[in-house]
């Protein structure tokens, strides 16, 4: 059957409808949407390791200090020292007869310098201390602190000797050409020699490092300081000079009339010490690493007036009779 001729005239109009609503959402995507915004620029890759935190160097303080005292920064002249004079690796402390100093690092970290000793530093940080001692006598104390480890290394000049603590107080001594002798007050102390060989230093004992050998076994510190001395048998003398000779602890300090006396790596020292005219007292004192001394003096008369001879005929006459 044939179509209507309304439904005919309908056809294209329904068409175009179709058409025009299919057009309605390209045109609003063409010519109506907003558009969107630009994305962030994208953020570098984060690093996958963390960069290692460097050591924060800290300042060792010259705290106090009596006599002569002197300190050269590398290699400079040396200089007097001032309280609270800042320290850094490569300066050098030196005390002189008679005279102190205390160096601070932080509260961490204590050292006594005793007489006619020498001390260089080394290194300082918030995690370490290491410092040289050249010659002499010192007593480092390392203090612990909750969450904070410092170490602290004490090392002998020309020797094989280091000592280190994290905490404790120990005194070292070194006869300057390597022999050396520690003795633990406080605490643990690490003692290192020849190829790295170490002993366990605990409080109350010592150990004694000569160059080229290994920590001797700790054993008690001696209450008392062994010394032999090898006296003139003359107790009068001709000369205004006398050779001071004798023996001690190896790692003992010896001190003739307020002079410190280098000894050897069995406790050997010799001395020519200058007498005046008349009466001398010559004392020496040995001191060990605790604190323990022990003295020997001798009194000594020098008298060089010049001893005037005679011929007997000078005296008695040529007849060997009563003098004219």
């Known amino acids: 059957m044939a179509a209507s001729p309304t439904r005919k005239r309908q056809a294209p109009f ?5 058409l025009i609503l299919a057009a309605l959402p390209v045109g609003w995507f063409v010519f109506l949407r907003e558009t969107p915004a630009p994305l962030p620029p994208t953020a570098p890759p984060r690093a996958t390791t963390a960069a290692v935190e460097q050591k924060k ?9 009596d006599g002569t005292v002197e300190v050269r920064h590398g290699e400079g002249a040396w200089e007097p020292a001032r309280k609270n004079m800042p320290l850094r690796p490569t300066d050098v402390v030196r005390t002189g007869r008679g005279s102190w100093a205390v160096l601070l690092n932080g509260e961490s970290v204590e050292l006594r310098m005793e007489p006619d000793s020498e001390i260089s530093v ?54 300057g050409a390597g022999t050396v002798s520690v003795g633990t007050r406080e605490g643990d102390v690490k003692l290192t020699g020849k190829e790295g060989k170490y002993v366990i230093v605990r409080a109350g004992q010592r150990s004694i490092v000569r160059p080229g050998h290994a920590p001797t076994e700790p054993d008690p510190i001696p209450s008392t300081v062994f010394l032999k001395m090898e006296w003139p048998k003359a107790k009068k003398l001709r000369q205004r000079e ?35 005219e008349g009466s001398n007292t010559v004392q020496v004192r040995a001191v060990g690493v605790g604190g323990a001394h022990l003295d020997s003096q001798r009194e000594l008369v020098v008298d060089t007036t010049p001893v005037i001879k005679f011929r007997p005929e000078e005296i008695w006459g040529p007849d060997g009779g009563t003098p004219p």
């Open 14 to 18: 329904l068409v175009g409808l179709v």
């Open 242 to 276: 006398v050779t001071v000779v004798g023996h001690t602890d190896p790692g003992s300090r010896v001190i003739v009339d307020d002079v410190i006396v280098p000894t050897d790596a069995d406790g050997g020292f010799t001395l020519n010490v200058p007498l005046n």
């Open 122 to 175: 080394e290194e300082i940080s918030n995690e370490l201390s290491k410092v040289m001692l050249a010659s002499g006598l010192a007593t480092a104390t390392v203090r612990g602190r909750p969450n904070v480890r410092h170490t602290f290394i004490l090392k002998a000049k020309n020797g094989d000797a280091e000592a280190s603590t994290s905490q404790g107080t120990f005194t070292m001594s070194n006869n």
């Open 57 to 65: 160097a800290v300042e060792m303080v010259l705290s106090s200090f």
